[in-house]
């Protein structure tokens, strides 16, 4: 059974950081492509980064200089570092698996797997 549980959201003040953790079991993690996405109230859902099996990452545009993504094939988890908040980073996160090594870039409808979701509130 596929399981992907996120933690480490919360609520910080603008330029704040928060590191996201996803806890996987049940997929061949280091042959999965990973991925971080989010959705903020009444707004589509928007990657923010991806890494791929071999470890190259995407990045949006948005988070790009501000988030980095990682993971430890040895812990089955995938990480996501947020630095220099903003109150348009707020949104639910979630962890996605796609069981391929490869990613495309950060398209949404590629992933079979999705967490719960943790979320992360930034105030002014």
């Known amino acids: 059974q596929v399981q992907l549980v996120e933690s480490g959201g919360g609520s910080v003040q603008t330029g704040g950081s928060l590191r996201l953790s996803c806890a996987t079991s049940g997929v061949n993690f280091e042959h999965y492509c990973m991925g971080w996405f989010r959705q903020a109230p009444g707004k589509e859902r928007e990657g923010s980064g991806t890494v791929d099996g071999h470890g190259s990452i995407t990045y949006a545009d948005s988070v790009k200089g501000r988030f980095t993504i990682s993971r430890d094939n040895a812990k089955n988890t995938l990480y996501l570092e947020m630095n220099s908040l903003k109150p348009e980073d707020t949104a639910m996160y979630y962890c996605?698996?796609?069981?391929?090594?490869?990613?495309?870039?950060?398209?949404?409808?590629?992933?079979?797997?999705w967490g719960q979701g943790t979320q992360v509130t930034v105030s002014s």
């Open positions: 996605a698996a796609r069981p391929s090594v490869a990613c495309r870039g950060l398209e949404d409808t590629q992933f079979y797997y």
